[in-house]
């Protein structure tokens, strides 16, 4: 940092900004999904002292002390640094990585590198990086050769013996694999000038952090914690794993029960499933995948079930019991099902908002213990700001990185900015794999009334050698008094590849007509998405009686 710097005013110039002076009169309420209830004003005099003027040209670390806006609002004071983020998983990463390239004195701490997390374990990186989307493709990447192995006999493939798999090996590659990335995550915060620490971050008041005993003080406090894995508390828990250990076990199940219905339980069922272990999946509700749409939550159930996956439906494990042979046996409602190596509870995420500190600075928890956020990812506590899972958004990493990189820009970059989280695609890799961008069905007939249904069943072309029974599900769901693509679905081979290509498009707001007169790409999956030309059908809501009327394409 340029020792001028430190005397310089950082307010005169932003409230220049004719945008920042309509944002500082805007009393915004803070509404976001599942916390509508809460609403809040910002304190703009704190918010707006943080925007800061174009970065300076050098910096310096823990050492920097800044001088602050003397606008009247409040008397200069002198911190440590301009912000201290709590984690250096995906969101905490991108915030202060940005922000140190904006020119802000940046610290970051996290905890020791672990596989398992806990409350004394983590690593830089994050659940992204070392317990959730790269290990864990890795192991998709990894089962899927099972499938391979199978539909190459039909392409002519022969051997003497069926290919064995070893797990060690796997785990182990995987194990270096993710040294290899915290490191470079951490060469990423040294490069860009951020100050790395390693320890527990708790919170003492709005501008000071306790790292192990050690007190930090910062103008803005970013918590991105995350959240760990949970498992129920019914006898015999004690036997189960979360996905943490599912990723890191000594030897691969023989048999395994996955309880959930979500997206996690899923590509773990399809993972051990490749790899030749028994797979159960129990679920509380009639169907897997809560949320998504309907026919797609139809479609990949039975694909998985052809594969030997066995679902449980509306069935609530009640207790693990170990036998003397070291085997587990499930208790549900409907029964007992025995014969486990291991049971995995996939039932859900907890934020990491424990012994932060929270409570105590007056920071807002919604009830499930996630931290409320206004649109800028500010807190109840003016000075201290949150971003990605620990804010119960949407839990994923490039909306983290999203919500990362927009408070970066709105504290040190002069451009006040919120994550916009309309149209996030997404995916999830089950073998088949789902993607999906916009609404399902359900919502857009919520939402619009009218709305025209295109879809697409088919037996893929590997599959016709293969003579395995795989199929692909495509959907397209058109606003019908726009022509506006509103819902983009897939289930099949490639389908996450696909629909990030896609999502542009739907993001865009593009019309049915501009994928119609798109030219496919032959012979592909993908080119069906552009090929569909009459709807399925066409549902129209009868305003006068709030009713659906469904009505089959051919007669419309
Ligand atoms: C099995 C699994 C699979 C997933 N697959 C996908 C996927 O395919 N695609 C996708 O987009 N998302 C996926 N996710 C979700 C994704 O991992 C998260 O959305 C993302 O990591 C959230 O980033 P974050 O920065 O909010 O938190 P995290 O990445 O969890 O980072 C939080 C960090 O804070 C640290 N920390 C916690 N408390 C403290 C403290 N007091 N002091 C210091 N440090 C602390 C933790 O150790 C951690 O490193 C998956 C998650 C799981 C569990």
Redesign the pocket.
């Known amino acids: 940092m340029a020792v001028t710097s430190f005397s310089t005013p950082r307010l005169s110039s932003s409230l220049s900004s004719p945008a920042l002076q309509t944002l500082r009169n805007y009393r915004f309420p803070v509404r976001f999904l599942s916390f509508s209830h809460y609403t809040k004003t910002l304190v703009s005099g704190n918010f707006f002292d943080s925007l800061t003027s174009p970065p300076p040209l050098t910096r310096h670390f823990n050492t920097a002390i800044r001088a602050d806006s003397t606008n009247g609002a409040e008397p200069p004071r002198k911190y440590d640094f301009d912000l201290f983020t709590?984690?250096?998983?995906?969101?905490?990463?991108r915030a202060s990585r940005y922000a140190a390239n904006f020119g802000a004195t940046t610290a970051v701490?996290?905890?020791p590198f672990a596989t398992i997390?806990s409350e004394s374990?983590?690593?830089?990186?994050?659940?992204?990086?070392?317990?959730?989307?790269v290990p864990?493709?890795l192991l998709v990447y990894a089962s899927k050769f099972s499938h391979e192995f199978e539909d190459s006999h039909g392409f002519g493939w022969n051997y003497e013996a069926e290919p064995e798999h070893d797990w060690s090996i796997l785990i182990a590659n995987k194990n270096a694999e993710l040294q290899r990335l915290t490191g470079i995550y951490k060469n990423i915060l040294n490069n860009a000038g951020v100050k790395l620490m390693e320890?527990?971050?708790?919170i003492v008041d709005p501008h000071t952090v306790d790292?192990n005993g050690k007190l930090y003080t910062a103008k803005n406090i970013l918590i991105?914690?995350?959240?760990r894995?949970f498992i129920p508390d019914i006898p015999g828990s004690e036997y189960a794993i979360d996905?943490?250990a599912a990723?890191d076990l000594p030897s691969k199940p023989t048999k395994i029960a996955i309880i959930g219905g979500g997206?996690?339980a899923l590509?773990?069922a399809g993972i051990f499933n490749g790899l030749k272990s028994g797979v159960h999946v129990f679920i509380r509700q009639k169907k897997v995948l809560r949320g998504f749409d309907e026919e797609v939550r139809d479609f990949v159930e039975e694909q998985m079930s052809l594969r030997g996956i066995e679902f449980h439906a509306e069935e609530t494990p009640q207790a693990i019991v170990k036998s003397s042979d070291g085997s587990l046996s499930l208790k549900t409602n409907k029964g007992t099902v025995d014969g486990f190596s291991h049971v995995m509870f996939a039932t859900g995420?907890i934020p990491?908002t424990k012994?932060?500190g929270l409570e105590a600075v007056g920071v807002k928890l919604s009830k499930n213990g996630a931290i409320e956020v206004n649109e800028y990812s500010q807190t109840s506590v003016p000075s201290i700001w949150a971003?990605?899972?620990?804010t119960d958004r949407i839990?994923?990493?490039?909306?983290?990185l999203m919500e990362?990189g927009a408070l970066a820009k709105t504290l040190f970059a002069n451009q006040p900015t919120k994550p916009d989280h309309s149209d996030v695609p997404?995916?999830v890799?089950s073998q088949p794999p789902i993607a999906q961008v916009g609404l399902t069905e359900e919502q857009a007939v919520k939402e619009y009334g009218d709305v025209d249904v295109y879809t697409s069943n088919f037996r893929p072309l590997k599959a016709t050698l293969s003579g395995l029974p795989d199929r692909v599900f495509m959907k397209l769901i058109v606003c019908a008094k726009t022509n506006k693509v509103i819902g983009l679905h897939m289930c099949g081979e490639d389908s996450p590849e696909i629909v990030q290509g896609f999502a542009v498009a739907v993001k865009a707001g593009l019309t049915k007509a501009d994928f119609d007169t798109t030219v496919g790409i032959h012979p592909t999956a993908a080119e069906e998405l552009v090929t569909m030309r009459t709807p399925t059908r066409k549902v129209r809501n009868t305003p006068m009686e709030g009713k659906t009327d469904v009505k089959a394409a051919a007669g419309v």
Request: charged letters at 15%; hydrophobic letters at 30%; a positive charge.
């Open positions: 709590i984690g250096a998983g995906s969101g905490g990463v701490c996290e905890l997390s374990t983590g690593g830089v990186g994050g659940t992204c990086v070392l317990r959730g989307c864990k493709k320890g527990r971050g708790k790292v991105s914690v995350g959240g894995p996905s943490d990723l997206y996690i590509e773990f995420r990491n012994n932060l971003v990605g899972d620990v839990n994923l990493t490039p909306v983290a990362g997404s995916a890799f």
